[in-house]
């Protein structure tokens, strides 16, 4: 182990966890990451690194499930009031809250890249004194929105990461690029910022999530591969009509949407992997007597491959279309977030394997742990690979106190030197490396 490295992360342990709480009690829900992208924006710059934000960092045509401009001001407008820097907010207009530092080292190298996701879940905070947060009252502020995935800790972790590579500047070599993710909630984000080209140059890239049980304090793996998933949102638009004296002059919209949703489970599986599908929404009608003219229905689909999940997805968009026919109503369907399928390099999975092993501060290291979620970050991973480079996902334990997506849930916050020390000491070595 770097003991240099490992005394750094001690020194900023305090800082760290007190900036986790300071995002815990402040979360912002993808797209609307304002005060927290302004934070980390203010560091880096004051570290010494290059600060790109907004439409420098984002391709607008690529950014999936954005809120209203209406809700955009809004949380703009609450981001202001919480503390964020009035000009970094002005450069996040339309919810482009994405935030790259970038710094070069005086001799060449590699450029390696770092993935830290800023965004918070919908959902209410426990307010009950068993859940930590509340009790010692750094429980979000803000109704309906609650850091319940561990994003607040990334984001700390890597403000922590950066600062412990600006104080080691002088004995680097190459380029650290750290991208601060908005939206990966939903799996909206990644996909805008790999259009802008952010790791078009990058030759290596670490992503890393802190997770609960089965992982605790000490463990670290790799997920075996990410699932690809795609979000759609269908409205349907019939004709309203009384149910009892002209209901021939109707056109239903929620049966067809209802049966779009028994037929969407019943799609047919593919033989070349796994796959998911679930409709998680039904909403429509406005009255018991009146035919309903208007639904909705809020969707995803999974697969083991993106070759799966595009099958799930072409099926789905063909009976959502078919049920509309069938009651003659119109349809609109919406991408409202999508990742692609992807798995770790290998090469570069067998090297941050071995890092960690080195550092002595992981008792267990498992190097083939499952994945049944999604993460956008496999948007990079597959885009550095492309282009030549190595792309590696990792998953720290943090030992929660409830499931991810709870609201409940808080994790041992000694997690995050542990990653910190992890995350520089590979940064580092492949600094270090050849391209």
Same mark, same amino acid.
């Given at each position: 182990m770097n003991i240099k490295i490992s005394d750094m992360a001690?020194?900023?342990q305090a800082k760290t966890v007190a900036r986790r709480r300071d995002f815990h009690k402040h979360p912002e829900a993808g797209w609307t990451e304002f005060r927290t992208a302004a934070v980390v924006a203010d560091a880096l710059t004051q570290l010494g690194y290059d600060v790109f934000v907004g439409d420098d960092?984002?391709?607008?045509?690529?950014?999936?499930?954005?809120?209203?401009?209406a809700e955009l001001e809004r949380q703009a407008k609450r981001a202001l009031e919480?503390?964020?820097?009035?000009?970094?907010? #002005?450069?996040?207009?339309?919810?482009?809250?994405?935030?790259?530092?970038?710094m070069?080292? &005086?001799?060449?190298?590699?450029?390696?890249a770092l993935r830290f996701?800023?965004?918070?879940?919908?959902?209410?905070?426990?307010?009950?004194?068993?859940?930590?947060?509340?009790r010692e009252k750094f429980a979000s502020l803000n109704e309906g929105v609650m850091h319940a995935c561990g994003h607040d800790g990334h984001t700390a972790a890597g403000l922590a990461v950066a600062e412990i590579i600006s104080m080691m500047s002088a004995e680097l070599q190459g380029t650290v690029k750290l991208i601060f993710q908005p939206a990966e909630e939903g799996v909206r984000g990644a996909k805008s910022m790999v259009e802008k080209g952010m790791v078009d140059d990058v030759d290596f890239m670490i992503g890393m999530h802190l997770v609960g049980a089965p992982f605790g304090i000490?463990?670290?793996?790799?997920? &075996?591969?990410?699932?690809?998933?795609?979000?759609?949102?269908?409205d349907f638009t019939g004709v309203p009509a009384h149910a009892?004296?002209?209901p021939e002059a109707g056109r239903n919209a929620l049966l067809a949407a209802a049966n779009a949703l028994i037929h969407l489970h019943a799609i047919s599986r593919h033989s070349g992997g796994d &796959?998911?599908?679930?409709?998680?929404?039904?909403?429509?009608? &406005?009255?018991?007597?009146?035919?309903? #003219?208007?639904?909705?229905?809020?969707?995803e689909i999974r697969g083991s491959s993106s070759e799966v999940n595009d099958y799930m997805y072409h099926e789905s968009i063909r009976i959502i279309e078919a049920a509309a026919a069938m009651q003659g109503v119109a349809v609109t369907t919406k991408l409202m977030g999508s990742a692609a399928g992807g798995s770790n390099s290998k090469q570069l999975e067998t090297r941050i394997t071995d890092i960690a092993k080195r550092l002595g501060i992981f008792k267990e290291i498992t190097t083939q742990s499952p994945a049944g979620a999604c993460d956008d970050y496999s948007y990079f991973m597959e885009r550095v690979q492309q282009k030549s480079g190595q792309a590696v996902y990792t998953v720290v334990g943090a030992e929660t106190a409830a499931v991810h997506h709870n609201s409940y849930f808080d994790f041992n916050e000694d997690a995050l030197q542990m990653a910190v020390v992890f995350l520089v000491n590979a940064t580092v070595e492949l600094l270090k490396s050849e391209k």
């Open positions: 001690k020194a900023l960092v984002i391709n607008t045509q690529a950014m999936m499930g954005v809120p209203t401009q919480q503390g964020a820097n009035p000009e970094w907010v #002005a450069k996040m207009s339309d919810g482009k809250t994405g935030v790259v530092g970038v070069g080292f &005086s001799r060449p190298g590699p450029t390696v996701d800023m965004d918070a879940n919908d959902l209410m905070e426990a307010e009950d004194d068993k859940h930590r947060p509340y000490g463990q670290v793996g790799y997920p &075996s591969g990410f699932m690809a998933t795609t979000k759609v949102d269908a009892g004296a002209n &796959s998911r599908v679930n409709v998680g929404v039904l909403q429509g009608g &406005s009255g018991r007597n009146v035919i309903p #003219a208007n639904a909705s229905i809020k969707m």
